[in-house]
């Protein structure tokens, strides 16, 4: 899959240097020259990774993680700056970048960083779906004090106990699943 990068610099001859060494790596590279650009540009077609220089002639790179984390765009940013200073660094981080990478810039290096930096993200957001799932299947599925709900239950209760087959038939968004997985909990199979 190729993976989309906006690269945010005001620098003309650095946007052209990262643009053509990423394009070359095999990143689809959107480019931008400003914190306002960048945020067309994330609206437009969400990038998998942001690379933003820290220093803009509109903002800083601090403006865009506040635009990203008030509209909840979860993607990774690293913020390059010509600026080394470990305060900046600890409050890119606060501010949610994934990493605070001084230029000038080790092509290569920063290609690593941008595939691991992927890699973490992908892994962190099938750990949350997988962590919402897991949630959402061990709720109890009978919620409600109607009597047809007490019945659902101790129907369900007798037929998880028995070693037996089961077909549950019903209209479509009624639940078939969600009997299916509480059944197979409640049985000695589970």
Do not use: C
């Amino acid at each position: 899959m190729e993976e989309r990068v906006l690269l945010v610099d005001d620098d003309p001859i650095v946007l052209d240097f990262l643009t053509e060494g990423l394009k070359m790596e095999g990143f689809n590279v959107t480019a931008a020259d400003s914190v306002s650009r960048a945020i067309l540009e994330v609206q437009k077609a969400q990038p998998s990774i942001i690379l933003s220089d820290y220093q803009l002639h509109d903002g800083t790179a601090f403006d865009l993680l506040a635009w990203l984390k008030i509209r909840d765009f979860r993607l990774p940013v690293i913020v390059l700056t010509g600026q080394v200073r470990i305060d900046l660094a600890v409050e890119a981080i606060k501010n949610g970048a994934e990493q605070f990478i001084p230029k000038p810039v080790d092509l290569s290096l920063l290609i690593t960083m941008l595939h691991r930096a992927l890699d973490n993200f992908r892994n962190l957001q099938k750990t949350v779906t997988n962590k919402l799932e897991r949630a959402r299947y061990e709720r109890d599925p009978f919620l409600g004090t109607s009597p047809a709900i007490r019945e659902l239950k101790n129907a369900a209760k007798r037929v998880a106990e028995a070693n037996s087959t089961v077909l549950i038939q019903g209209e479509t968004g009624t639940g078939k699943g969600v009997l299916a997985r509480a059944l197979h909990k409640m049985g000695s199979r589970s």
